[in-house]
């Protein structure tokens, strides 16, 4: 959810924080208030585009910031992070900031680090779907609607998505291949000349596994050569020469074997360090026989060096390791062979891709048919939320259909289809308002009235599954009133059950619904106008619906209306709690 947000120099905002809580916050006040450019500010922190006109006049940078709780890892967002290097917090907190000059330049930053504006968007886009009267977000996002579809029934459909996605990536690479060896005999020329050239150097390399963390190791004996014997020959010294360590190691033990006879306790430590000296004679004569093996060869070291810039070479073109090396070395072997026998491994490639298109069909088969099943079960649970918005004569549908493909892709229902990784299936959500009418796109619905009752109803369903923390509407309930009124503030807040809703409306029945109301007011201090954010009592809830029910003077009658309202929403949310 979006816990905080924080405009500072954004329009006519001078300095604003506002804080936000679970279920359902509504935005109300006059116009031109500055209720659409907090949306704004948060299209904005999620990737939108900005521009130097955002910034306050006579200021040098407007900066929006968002803190955000993601309530678990399965989120997009920790996906995102992973992806690029973001840190995330076991409370879930990700703040995301957004700076913007006058000169129009913008920094983005997420949990601090820096991004590109690419980036944040990706980000936001896990936290936040905005709707507007003018703008179409994921729910009309024709590309889109087969994602919805899949998590509308994750588990069924997931299970298949994962079992054709292990073939489709088998089969996808056997066609790349098949791709590169049939293609363009020049560029096959000079890639296998090429090719030739690497294994001709590396073959001559004669490298052996691991040789050079072996040369490292000799090398750094041979720099090391004085302070290897000044160890060596200063260890054996103490234990032998003028110290005589192991002559005070033989009287402690002399002296202790004296006196085993009377006393358990100490025979058992003359015992323990008779064998200790022993342990301690065998390693001086080992650092011993060490020592005299010892010698410096400059000309070894040399060698050595001129070894090692050789590896180091091949390493800068071939590997970070001469093990990664000698592999290369051994796919670029599997290659030219491959390519000198191209017709061989083409028709071997042939017969693979025609028995892997079989077993690839039956999985995207499979796929289709489980999306049928649920497309069936989404368009049932739309038209019942259609029903409750009196959309009753609406039908939505899910269309299926796909891409004609070619001689190497698989074969279904008799026909070639193009195949990718969410099979082969063109998703597209249909929708008719008007009974005898065909169905029709569902971005094509022209009606402003009708369209904000479809996107509720798809909101509906889907703001369980999206996973988007929050979801924000901007007077989507614009041209309706009345029971459709009521009828979608009740809509609005069930979303809220699944997701934070952030929402403005010009509809009392939206604002008595809410369980946060925040009135946006102008103030105008030192001849500069400023927006106010502050959250209304229940006192002043009952003024404020009763400004939006008369339009301009409030009365003893529009406040018992808007105490009615009050009341009623009270209800209805305690019935659906």
Same mark, same amino acid.
């Given at each position: 959810?979006?816990?905080?947000?924080?405009?500072? !120099?954004?329009?006519?905002?001078?300095?604003?924080?506002?804080?936000?809580?679970?279920?359902?916050?509504?935005?109300?006040?006059?116009?031109?208030?500055?209720? &659409?450019?907090?949306?704004?500010?948060?299209?904005?922190?999620?990737?939108?585009?900005?521009?130097?006109?955002?910034?306050?006049?006579?200021?040098?940078?407007?900066?929006?910031?968002?803190?955000?709780?993601?309530?678990?890892?399965?989120?997009?967002?920790?996906?995102?992070?992973?992806?690029?290097?973001?840190?995330?917090?076991?409370?879930?907190?990700?703040?995301?900031?957004?700076?913007?000059?006058?000169?129009?330049?913008?920094?983005?930053?997420?949990?601090?680090?820096?991004?590109?504006?690419?980036?944040?968007?990706?980000?936001?886009?896990?936290?936040?779907?905005?709707?507007?009267?003018?703008?179409?977000?994921?729910?009309?996002?024709?590309?889109?609607?087969?994602?919805?579809?899949?998590?509308?029934?994750?588990?069924?459909?997931?299970?298949?998505?994962?079992?054709?996605?292990?073939?489709?990536?088998?089969? !996808?690479?056997?066609?790349?291949?098949?791709?590169?060896?049939?293609?363009?005999?020049?560029?096959?020329?000079?890639?296998?000349?090429?090719?030739?050239?690497?294994?001709?150097?590396?073959?001559?390399?004669?490298?052996?596994?691991?040789?050079?963390?072996?040369?490292?190791?000799?090398?750094?004996?041979?720099?090391?050569?004085?302070?290897?014997?000044?160890?060596?020959?200063?260890?054996?010294?103490?234990?032998?020469?003028?110290?005589?360590?192991?002559?005070?190691?033989?009287?402690?033990? &002399?002296?202790?074997?004296?006196?085993?006879?009377?006393?358990?306790?100490?025979?058992?430590?003359?015992?323990?360090?008779?064998?200790?000296?022993?342990?301690?004679?065998?390693?001086?004569?080992?650092?011993?026989?060490?020592?005299?093996?010892?010698?410096? &060869?400059?000309?070894?070291?040399?060698?050595?060096?001129?070894?090692?810039?050789?590896?180091?070479?091949?390493?800068?073109?071939?590997?970070?390791?001469?093990?990664?090396?000698? /592999?290369?070395?051994?796919?670029?072997?599997?290659?030219? !062979?491959?390519?000198?026998?191209?017709?061989?491994?083409?028709?071997?490639?042939?017969?693979?891709?025609?028995?892997?298109?079989?077993?690839?069909?039956?999985?995207?088969?499979?796929?289709?048919?489980?999306?049928?099943?649920?497309?069936?079960?989404?368009?049932?649970?739309?038209?019942?939320?259609?029903?409750?918005?009196?959309? /009753?004569?609406?039908?939505?549908?899910?269309?299926?259909?796909?891409?004609?493909?070619?001689?190497?892709?698989?074969?279904?229902?008799?026909?070639?289809?193009?195949?990718?990784?969410?099979?082969?299936?063109?998703?597209?959500?249909?929708?008719?308002?008007?009974?005898?009418?065909?169905?029709?796109?569902?971005?094509?619905?022209?009606?402003?009235?009708?369209?904000?009752?479809?996107?509720?109803?798809?909101?509906?369903?889907? &703001?369980?599954?999206?996973?988007?923390?929050?979801?924000?509407?901007?007077?989507?309930?614009?041209?309706?009133?009345?029971?459709?009124?009521?009828?979608?503030?009740?809509?609005?807040?069930?979303?809220?059950?699944?997701?934070?809703?952030?929402?403005?409306?010009?509809?009392?029945?939206?604002?008595?619904?809410?369980?946060?109301?925040?009135?946006?007011?102008?103030?105008?201090?030192?001849?500069?106008?400023?927006?106010?954010?502050?959250?209304?009592?229940?006192?002043?809830?009952?003024?404020?619906?009763?400004?939006?029910?008369?339009?301009?003077?409030?009365?003893?009658?529009?406040?018992?209306?808007?105490?009615?309202?009050?009341?009623?929403? !009270?209800?209805?949310?305690?019935?659906?709690?």
């Amino acid at each position: 959810m979006l816990a905080e947000l924080s405009i500072k !120099d954004f329009a006519i905002i001078d300095e604003v924080s506002v804080q936000f809580r679970e279920g359902l916050t509504v935005l109300t006040g006059e116009t031109g208030a500055g209720k &659409s450019i907090i949306i704004d500010a948060i299209q904005l922190l999620t990737g939108g585009r900005g521009s130097a006109e955002f910034v306050r006049y006579g200021t040098k940078k407007a900066e929006i910031e968002g803190l955000f709780y993601v309530d678990h890892d399965r989120h997009q967002a920790f996906q995102k992070a992973e992806m690029f290097g973001v840190d995330i917090a076991d409370d879930g907190m990700l703040v995301l900031n957004r700076t913007i000059s006058a000169n129009g330049k913008s920094i983005c930053r997420v949990n601090g680090k820096l991004v590109t504006l690419a980036i944040l968007r990706e980000f936001g886009q896990t936290l936040i779907d905005i709707h507007t009267q003018h703008e179409t977000q994921s729910l009309m996002d024709v590309d889109r609607h087969i994602e919805l579809l899949d998590l509308f029934d994750r588990n069924q459909i997931g299970q298949a998505k994962s079992d054709y996605l292990d073939l489709y990536k088998e089969f !996808d690479a056997l066609k790349k291949r098949y791709k590169e060896l049939s293609e363009n005999e020049q560029e096959m020329a000079q890639r296998l000349d090429l090719l030739e050239f690497q294994y001709n150097e590396l073959d001559q390399a004669n490298l052996k596994p691991g040789e050079d963390d072996e040369l490292e190791e000799q090398r750094n004996k041979l720099m090391n050569h004085e302070k290897i014997y000044k160890g060596l020959h200063d260890g054996y010294n103490a234990l032998y020469g003028e110290q005589k360590a192991m002559d005070w190691l033989s009287l402690a033990l &002399s002296s202790l074997e004296n006196a085993r006879d009377y006393d358990d306790e100490i025979a058992k430590k003359a015992e323990e360090l008779a064998n200790h000296y022993y342990m301690v004679e065998e390693l001086a004569h080992g650092v011993r026989n060490q020592l005299d093996g010892l010698e410096f &060869s400059e000309e070894e070291l040399d060698s050595i060096e001129s070894r090692l810039n050789e590896i180091n070479r091949l390493k800068k073109k071939y590997g970070q390791s001469v093990n990664d090396i000698l /592999e290369y070395a051994a796919s670029v072997e599997e290659e030219i !062979d491959q390519i000198k026998n191209k017709d061989t491994h083409v028709s071997k490639l042939e017969q693979s891709i025609h028995e892997k298109a079989e077993d690839v069909a039956l999985e995207a088969k499979q796929l289709h048919e489980v999306r049928k099943e649920a497309s069936i079960q989404l368009t049932n649970a739309i038209h019942e939320e259609l029903k409750d918005l009196y959309l /009753e004569k609406a039908a939505f549908g899910v269309d299926f259909s796909s891409s004609e493909g070619s001689a190497q892709d698989p074969v279904i229902d008799g026909k070639s289809v193009k195949i990718g990784p969410n099979g082969y299936d063109l998703v597209k959500f249909m929708i008719t308002t008007n009974p005898g009418e065909p169905l029709k796109d569902i971005h094509k619905v022209a009606s402003g009235g009708e369209l904000s009752r479809i996107m509720l109803a798809l909101k509906r369903i889907f &703001s369980k599954h999206q996973g988007v923390t929050s979801v924000i509407f901007d007077e989507v309930d614009t041209g309706v009133s009345g029971r459709v009124a009521q009828s979608i503030a009740e809509k609005i807040h069930g979303i809220s059950a699944a997701s934070q809703v952030l929402c403005i409306s010009h509809l009392p029945q939206v604002a008595a619904m809410a369980d946060t109301h925040l009135y946006i007011r102008k103030e105008v201090e030192n001849d500069r106008t400023t927006t106010v954010v502050e959250e209304l009592d229940m006192t002043n809830k009952v003024e404020e619906l009763s400004r939006m029910i008369s339009g301009a003077e409030m009365t003893e009658t529009t406040k018992d209306h808007a105490t009615e309202l009050l009341d009623l929403a !009270d209800k209805f949310k305690k019935q659906h709690a």
